[in-house]
């Protein structure tokens, strides 16, 4: 009965100190419909596999948001397949209810910023979301991304680079980035 209460705790105290962390990584990536369930999806996965979750706090959470990109990743594709049959039945019954096709936008503090954002390539946006909102140390980024800090070095300061551009802010003028990736 004490291996079960040991699984249960451990369970319950990875769950309270990293739940608020992964909900909102969840927030800031799916629609508030969709984010609830991608996060509960991560601690399903975290209580099924409590086993293969390094035992450190850091490590845990380093895991853990390893597997909340993985979920993101496959709301984001569910999402992607739900749309794309959406379309095909409107196209196939030639109706379409009034504004059906208005998109539903998720209020953010700054509109220019998300939309530069949404322009990013998807490893560009990523390495950024986890520098700045979930505020991760360049090692952390490199752990859960599964590359080198040096390679998150580059990849951060490129992705500054592009989204600075896509805002207008002047950096070095000799130094010029194409928003699509690469330099120009």
Known sequence: M???WGFDARFNALYEANYPAMRDYCLRRLSENDAPDAAAEIFAVAWRRIEDIPAGTDDARRWLYGVARNVVAHQRRGHARRNRLATRLRATTR???P???IPVVRRLEDARVADALARLK????EVLLLKLWEELSHADIASILGVSSHAVDMRVKRATARLGKLLG???NASHRVNPEGGEA
């Open 2 to 4: 004490s291996a079960v």
């Open 99 to 101: 504004g059906a096709d």
């Open 95 to 97: 109706e379409s209810a």
């Open 169 to 171: 802010i002047a950096r």
């Open 122 to 125: 998807e490893t560009d946006r």
